[in-house]
T-cell receptor, first 118, second 113 residues
Framework: AQKITQTQPGMFVQEKEAVTLDCTYDTSDQSYGLFWYKQPSSGEMIFLIYQGSYDEQNATEGRYSLNFQKARKSANLVISASQLGDSAMYFC???????????????FGTGTRLTIIP | DAGVIQSPRHEVTEMGQEVTLRCKPISGHNSLFWYRQTMMRGLELLIYFNNNVPIDDSGMPEDRFSAKMPNASFSTLKIQPSEPRDSAVYFCASAPGWGALTFFGQGTRLTVV
């Protein structure tokens, strides 16, 4: 089974609208972390937002927020007031802490290509 | 902070040649990762070091790939001999410790012809 599932290969959104990028995950660990990264056409991986499994509040970073629904195992990224510069690939990733202290590797989803339309 | 620095940014080489990719992690970060990104397989972890020691190399595709971290500020990923199917973007990333955020370098785009 896929550990991280992003079901939207591509999305088109009008500028200034809000957009939600879906991410579901699969883990049996109690302790884990969820990440979103942005990859613009230039290729770099830019960290956007992080949610720990024990965090009770949804993470927010400026226009980015993470809609964390633990029981449903979803960690959707919400971008408010989208801008042309938001056009990029977006990756959801998970770190499973498990019993292997120090296991920090990330497992990535397949990504969603977001295009903002002026 | 200069971030994770990778070199070269682009590499084109002929099949059979040795390729060495280099990475300088963020100063003070204990963990270093090598990831590979391809259209077919997406982003996958190749190897992970903690305090210069390889912790998980289960993602290294085969013996042609090797990685070293001789000190806390430098790591290499070597492919010998290279093959066309090794063409990909190789990312180095680092993190300051357990449970911390992972930051990526700008990647090396490798093309093997």
């Amino acid at each position: 089974a896929q550990k991280i599932t992003q079901t939207q290969p591509g999305m088109f959104v009008q500028e200034k609208e809000a957009v939600t990028l879906d991410c579901t995950y699969d883990t049996s660990d109690q302790s884990y972390g969820l990440f979103w990264y942005k990859q613009p056409s230039s290729g770099e991986m830019i960290f956007l937002i992080y949610q720990g499994s024990y965090d009770e509040q949804n993470a927010t970073e400026g226009r980015y927020s993470l809609n964390f629904q633990k029981a449903r195992k979803s960690a959707n990224l919400v971008i408010s007031a989208s801008q042309l510069g938001d056009s990029a690939m977006y990756f959801c990733a998970m770190r499973e802490d498990g019993s292997n202290f120090g296991n920090e590797k990330l497992t990535f989803g397949t990504g969603t290509r977001l295009t903002i339309i002026p | 902070d200069a971030g994770v620095i990778q070199s070269p940014r682009h590499e084109v080489t002929e099949m059979g040649q040795e390729v060495t990719l280099r990475c300088k992690p963020i100063s003070g970060h204990n963990s270093l990762f090598w990831y590979r990104q391809t259209m077919m397989r997406g982003l996958e972890l190749l190897i992970y070091f903690n305090n210069n020691v390889p912790i998980d190399d289960s993602g290294m595709p085969e013996d042609r790939f090797s990685a070293k971290m001789p000190n806390a500020s430098f790591s290499t990923l070597k492919i010998q001999p290279s093959e066309p199917r090794d063409s990909a973007v190789y990312f180095c990333a680092s993190a300051p410790g357990w449970g911390a955020l992972t930051f990526f370098g700008q990647g090396t785009r490798l093309t093997v012809v």
